[in-house]
């Protein structure tokens, strides 16, 4: 499936119905007073968060989203029926802005939350609501009141607990399909994952979500290799992971990767430096990783770490048990 994090869209509530002016009129019914209904509400436009969904693409193809308008008022004392809602189910993590003012209106975090993008107009009251004693014969009735209409932009910011980060090809896609069911494509060439990928992780008797940002290059926050799109998505997640490759072939050395990643997060948003992380040395499966390695873990210092090799998955077992562990102390603290 394409994966779509922005979209666009207009959202017209429905209109109330008109009330109706109406008089009772049957034989052998003296002073039949007035008898007109009430006009119908209009339908709202409601957007609503479903874990199913992971993109925004069914809203690449409509913009539009109109509501029914309320039916109008009917003699006999018929009301209008109201005007039948319209649902837009969104990805949870989908920020909802005023495309007009940059506003924001919603953040949908919550399964299920619901929003009213745009209020229904209420529907006008029948002369019968006007009868006083002193006017039994009222030949007055309310339009219906006009229904919001809005642009919105849709941006989608990703609930994760688990953000992977690293360079092309240091085995993000393989790590996540090894402790996962996700299963994103993987080749041995740069950028093979374009679009992020969730994945649940299942550890005795608990659970957390990993995404796997695509590979980040020096440069990416200005828009270099595949440009800062997906690093809004880091935003959400609790504990990054650094992955660092450890093959002779890297772009990088272990010590220049973990610098320029952190340089591109901090570039984009102080604030994702200062989240919880794990650098985690990959493809350790190769004799020449060994000592490359051993640097690195030396100039790190106190930050966490751990080597593992996600083809032949030499500790990765170690590595879900640490990240649940973390998470499952994070989710007690907050």
């Known amino acids: 499936m394409k994966f779509i994090d922005e979209a666009t869209i207009s959202v017209q509530a429905g209109d109330g119905g008109r009330g109706c002016v109406s008089f009772r009129r049957e034989a052998r019914v003296p002073m039949g007073g007035p008898d007109g209904g009430d006009g119908g509400d209009g339908g709202s436009v409601l957007l609503i968060a479903d874990p199913q969904l992971t993109t925004l693409i069914d809203l690449q193809y409509r913009h539009r989203y109109p509501a029914e308008h309320g039916e109008h008022g009917r003699g006999k004392d018929q009301f209008g029926r109201k005007g039948q809602d319209t649902l837009i189910h969104l990805p949870m993590g989908t920020m909802v802005y005023d495309a007009t003012n940059q506003e924001i209106l919603c953040d949908l975090k919550e399964a299920g939350q619901r929003f009213i993008a745009a209020q229904g107009g209420r529907g006008g009251h029948g002369n019968k609501r006007f009868a006083t004693s002193t006017n039994q014969a009222p030949r007055t009735a309310q339009p219906g009141e006009k229904g919001e209409a809005r642009d919105l932009k849709l941006t989608l910011k990703l609930l994760a607990n688990v953000g992977l980060v690293g360079f092309p090809n240091a085995g993000k896609s393989t790590l996540i399909s090894k402790i996962s069911r996700a299963r994103p494509k993987i080749a041995d060439y740069p950028f093979t994952t374009l679009i992020p990928h969730l994945g649940t992780v299942k550890y005795h008797d608990q659970s957390f979500v990993v995404a796997d940002i695509p590979g980040l290059i020096e440069g990416a926050h200005k828009g270099i290799g595949l440009g800062d799109r997906f690093l809004k998505h880091i935003e959400r997640t609790a504990l990054l992971v ?86 499952k102390e994070m989710r007690k603290e907050a």
């Open 242 to 327: 650094f992955l660092i490759d450890l093959s002779p072939s890297a772009e990088a050395s272990p010590s220049d990767q973990w610098k320029i990643l952190k340089k591109e997060l901090q570039s984009y948003d102080i604030s994702l430096t200062k989240k919880h992380s794990w650098v985690v040395g990959n493809k350790i499966d190769l004799p020449e990783a060994t000592a490359p390695w051993r640097s690195i873990q030396k100039k790190l210092g106190k930050q966490r770490t751990l080597a593992i090799s996600a083809l032949t998955g030499e500790n990765v077992d170690s590595l879900v048990a640490a990240l649940a562990k973390e998470i």
